[in-house]
């Protein structure tokens, strides 16, 4: 979701015509934004019609708050911390915490030689598989930071926290996830087994460890 200052400027002013209640503006920028929170809001909550109801409620809150956008940052961060904010509520309100349904994990010893797995079983299933099990946190830096092109500054503006939390975030997210990928893989190995019948875990060379609580 990381804009050139080009775009940002024509959104800028977007924005200042939504604040004098111009519906034209409006509904460029609803067009603009609602294909681009509906990828991002679907990965972080995982349900499409969360997403949707959530992508509505923080383009409403755009429509009635555009005065109050002081420029202190891009529109875009602006707009997606907003719609962050409305993703993690949703999901309290839900109490679904995708990270309390994390399993068992196990540790890769040599992830050069997990690739090949990986691309076996087909990236994107394999990384959402892996996204749901961490938390909603760890989830939207990882989104914000590899799907959307965000530098940690923006992702510290949009989350509202300390860029030294991004990091901390990010992280725990990519051990998180270097744990979980692996295990996953060895859960769809009957329909990506090679000719042997060595189990993939073992084939990517990983190993037991202790379970890890992370953040």
């Not at 050139?4 to 503006?25: H, I």
């Not at 909550?45 to 959530?54: D, G, H, K, Y």
């Not at 990384?127 to 830096?141: C, F, K, M, N, Y």
């Amino acid at each position: 979701m990381a804009k050139s200052q080009k775009q940002d400027d024509e959104e800028r002013l977007l924005l200042k015509r939504v604040a004098t209640r111009d519906r034209q503006a409006f509904e460029v920028l609803f067009r603009t934004y609602h294909s681009q929170l509906s990828r991002y809001l679907v990965r972080l909550l995982r349900q499409p019609e969360l997403a949707e109801e959530v992508i509505n409620d923080t383009l409403f809150v755009v429509w009635e708050k555009a005065a109050d956008f002081e420029g202190r940052s891009k529109v875009s961060t602006w707009i997606t911390g907003i719609a962050y904010l409305k993703g993690i509520k949703a999901l309290d309100k839900q109490k679904r915490m995708p990270e309390q349904l994390a399993v068992d994990t196990r540790e890769v010893d040599e992830l050069e030689e997990s690739r090949s797995l990986i691309a076996r079983l087909g990236l994107d299933n394999w990384i959402a598989e892996g996204l749901d099990r961490i938390s909603p946190d760890q989830r939207s830096v990882v989104e914000l930071t590899y799907y959307d092109g965000c530098s940690y500054q923006e992702i510290a503006e949009i989350m509202r926290c300390p860029v030294n939390t991004v990091k901390t975030r990010m992280f725990h997210a990519r051990r998180r996830l270097a744990k979980l990928l692996p295990r996953l893989g060895e859960q769809t190995s009957d329909a990506s087994a090679v000719d042997d019948q060595t189990p993939i875990g073992e084939r990517a060379g990983v190993h037991d460890i202790p379970r890890d609580g992370g953040q």
